[in-house]
């Protein structure tokens, strides 16, 4: 499955739910890496939708984890660049979202994983995409 194609279409679903919202999203940066804030509006559901995706597929996984995983480089002088982790309040008030949406579960001292309703949503997006897709190109007929 594109992971493009999943996010995009899961970020629309979560516009549509009440996913809370902090009032800081317009002006913040994502991380010590990034030069400016992101330029999309909607930004805040395609992370949110990122997170879920991600949660599902290296799960159990912690906040310092997905730090890292969003992290990018960061330009010092001449050399080249270091690696600097994205954050932490984003992701932890999107992962704490998703919670209140139901979608993700904390498992004790080992992480975030995607609960049985989170998981039933990514798995319906996911088989009704690759139908959409298998109808334009007959090749992929095998997987559904």
Same mark, same amino acid.
């Given at each position: 499955?594109?992971a493009d194609?999943?996010i995009g279409r ?8 009440e996913?809370p919202?902090?009032d800081?999203?317009p002006?913040?940066?994502t991380?010590?890496?990034a030069d400016?804030?992101? =330029? !999309? ?5 395609? %992370? ?5 995706r991600?949660?599902?597929?290296h ?6 984890? +997905?730090?890292s ?11 080249? /660049?270091?690696?600097?982790? /994205?954050?932490?309040a ?7 979202g +998703?919670?209140?949406l ?5 498992? !004790? $001292? $080992?992480?975030r994983?995607?609960? %049985? =309703?989170g998981? =039933?949503?990514?798995d %319906?997006?996911s088989?009704?995409? +690759? ?5 334009t190109?007959p ?6």
């Amino acid at each position: 499955m594109p992971a493009d194609v999943l996010i995009g279409r899961l970020a629309e679903i979560l516009k549509k739910e009440e996913l809370p919202r902090p009032d800081w999203v317009p002006f913040v940066k994502t991380g010590v890496h990034a030069d400016k804030p992101p =330029q !999309d509006r909607a930004w805040w559901h395609t %992370r949110c939708a990122s997170l879920m995706r991600k949660i599902y597929l290296h799960g159990p996984i912690g906040i310092n984890g +997905l730090r890292s995983e969003y992290g990018g480089g960061k330009p010092r002088g001449y050399g080249a /660049a270091n690696h600097r982790k /994205a954050g932490g309040a984003i992701i932890r008030n999107a992962v704490h979202g +998703l919670e209140k949406l139901g979608y993700i579960e904390k498992l !004790d $001292k $080992k992480g975030r994983i995607v609960s %049985r =309703q989170g998981m =039933q949503k990514l798995d %319906r997006l996911s088989t009704e995409i +690759l139908g959409e897709m298998a109808a334009t190109n007959p090749q992929l007929k095998v997987y559904s």
